[in-house]
């Protein structure tokens, strides 16, 4: 079977607004810097795949079909939303020069060798999670149907605990934001390793359901066991799939469409959120599953295709040729473009050689995954899903009013208007965009300074710190200008791990 027709879309629900083949509003968060953030020589997590995908988007023309925004990085008191404040407060204070002298909390907060210390760890925290935060406050004021955070999705983090290459959970943070609004979110992971840290976040509580697909025995975290389905409140509204070597795709969306499409009727979501961790690929140099590049975007597309708010994230995914053009196809489906498989010529170009296909390709690896495994497994879910209670049929009254983000008002603003300080750290953001814009037509030389960006977020250590802004003046179209990377600015900064080879032992 070729995944990418299969089904066409595939959902049944008859309360689907739209056909697959309707355009969707989507918004797309990139931050320039994120690629130049470094774990450290051997370390398999590169930040930097997040900069070649951007390059393949820019290159494929995408950034022109979608809102192209630089995320506003989080601040202490969103992490600790979640996160505990003495945790938060050492990411912020740690360093690589520090780090000596500080064994007992590192050994606590589990940060050393997959989690290290590197340099601008915090920033990076601040980068990914604020991003994800960000496009989680688009979904909520409507604006947008899918909103892609690539540099996300990482799934791992816990309360008080870095853990997997992931130290703050930007996962947990957006749906909590987006809890703000919407009723019931729906968390799915498709990552090849459990997603155990957003599960623990909301394994007693019915307002997150979380399902996830991934390798299961003797495997990185070790949790996400069948039997495991939530506690309390959140009984039945966690999901496990636990696969085993080698699933291709075929057997992938036998289990997949079935059990998300039961889900979708059963919970009916407000909102979905998709980690698209890109280890399940064939091919990663952690994972072992037989994905193709077309295997794993079916299940992106089968999730728009419900047309309920789609938040995309990142997440694992350690053979960074695949990664980058995995999410490029995957940006693809979202604004509902589907590429031509010649690799346009970008910056990255030596990487995806000799074939130079957009494709990932699939491997003759032996599937250990048996037809009657996943019969009896899917079975089992679905007979767990049977004891959600339906979902209530009315609506979530507290619903913010949609209202166009860049045209409001300040002097006309409702005082009754719910507290958001991340959409009035966006606006006032745009506002001083267009100020400098304006400044710029009469000849006042003034751009962002430092210090404006301390008003805004404190002691951030860098005059590019912006919060979410268009980024359509230098990124919104690769027909007016070339990708921020492409300049060979910052991206060729120290930190440039384009000349690695991704294959060095960990
Ligand atoms: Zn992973």
Redesign the pocket.
Known sequence: MDPSSAGSGGNSLAAVAGTDAQKRRVCYFYDTEVGNYYYGQGHPMKPHRVRMTHALLAHYGLLGRMQVLRPLRALDHDFCRFHSADYVAFLRTVTPETQLGRGRQLRRFNVGEDCPVFDGLYAYCQSYAGASISAAVMLNHGTHDIAINWSGGLHHAKKSEAS?FCYVNDIVLAILELLKVHERVLYIDI???HGDGVEEAFYTTNRVMTVSFHKFGEYFPGTGDIRDIGYAEGKYYCLNVPLDDGIDDDSYQSIFKPIIGKVMEMYHPDAVVLQC?A?SLSGDR??CFNLSGKGHAECVKYMRSFNVPLLLLG??GYTIRNVSRCWCYETGVAVGEELKEKLPYNEYYEYFGPEYSLYVSSSNMENRNTNKQLEEMKCKILENLSKVEHAPSVQFEERIPERKLPERDEDKEDPDRRPDPYFDRFLSARRRLKHSARSRNTGDTREYTETEAKDQHGKIPTTEHRGPEPMEEDLGSSKQAPPADANGMAINAPGNVKNEPESSPK
Request: proline share 0%; hydrophobic share 20%; charged share 20%.
């Open positions: 997997g990552d090849i390793h961790g280890d952690l994972g997440g694992g």
